[in-house]
């Protein structure tokens, strides 16, 4: 899985990030492998779900590093309620488990990643770089129960896709951001963008764990 691997902020501005888990040795381990990284900013720890709401709305943080499973409130509450009452802010997932019905469950929830504990560090600032340029971030292990064991040979093409357009739901469903996907292809930000709108509009779908079944199923991420 190709993603970038620089902070995507402004300079001088770095990713503000929200630590939510219910054991303290965990968000230990976590801020201390995040306050290596300059761009990154560790703005606040929760222990639950309800304090993490809380303190989305007091800090603003770009993103909500999040446990799944925690006290009072867990972390699929807790994201539905901040995708409704902070939208901006990036919902990333950390889990144990890679249980297929968490995982449909978090991107229901609204959430743009999920990551496992024991990916790496280098893995998990990827994770939370892509996530914060409104991307998507997925772990490897995980990546097969968003679609299901679906092993079948890609299907036609049933929504009239440009070459283009396929590359860039390639691109999209692989979870890179916008300035990245123009790079690679040589074209604009904007016009990346438009890519995007077509596509919502020809697959008819938003949700993350849809657009990489209709990549996968289309052979775009062979």
Do not use: C
Not at 6 to 30: C, F, N, W, Y
Not at 66 to 86: C, F, H, W, Y
Not at 140 to 169: F, H, I, K, W
Not at 198 to 205: F, Q, S, W, Y
């Amino acid at each position: 899985m190709t993603m970038q691997t620089s902070t995507p902020q402004a300079a001088g501005k770095p990713v503000r990030i929200l630590l939510a888990d219910d054991h303290e040795l965990v968000r230990d381990g976590i801020r201390a492998r995040l306050e290596k990284v300059p761009e990154l900013k560790v703005v606040g720890e929760a222990t639950n779900g309800r304090e993490a709401l809380a303190l989305a709305m007091e800090l603003h943080p770009d993103v909500l590093l999040m446990d799944v499973s925690m006290p009072v409130m867990n972390g699929l509450e807790a994201a539905t309620q901040i995708r409704k009452s902070r939208p901006h802010v990036a919902v990333l997932i950390l889990s144990v488990y890679d249980n297929p019905e968490y995982v449909r469950g978090v991107v229901q929830a609204g959430a743009r990643g999920y990551i496992l504990k024991d990916i790496s560090a280098s893995e998990m600032i990827t994770a939370i770089n892509s996530v914060a340029s409104g991307g998507y971030y997925f772990s490897a292990a995980v990546g097969p129960t968003l679609v299901g064991a679906n092993t079948s040979a890609p299907v036609e093409d049933p929504y009239g896709l440009t070459e283009r357009e396929r590359q860039v739901l390639a691109a999209i469903a692989r979870g890179q951001p916008n300035k990245e996907v123009a790079k690679e292809l040589g074209i604009s930000v904007r016009t990346v963008e438009s890519h995007r709108l077509n596509l919502r509009e020809k697959v008819g779908t938003k949700n993350a764990a849809q657009l990489y079944k209709v990549a996968q199923d289309l052979g775009l991420l062979e």
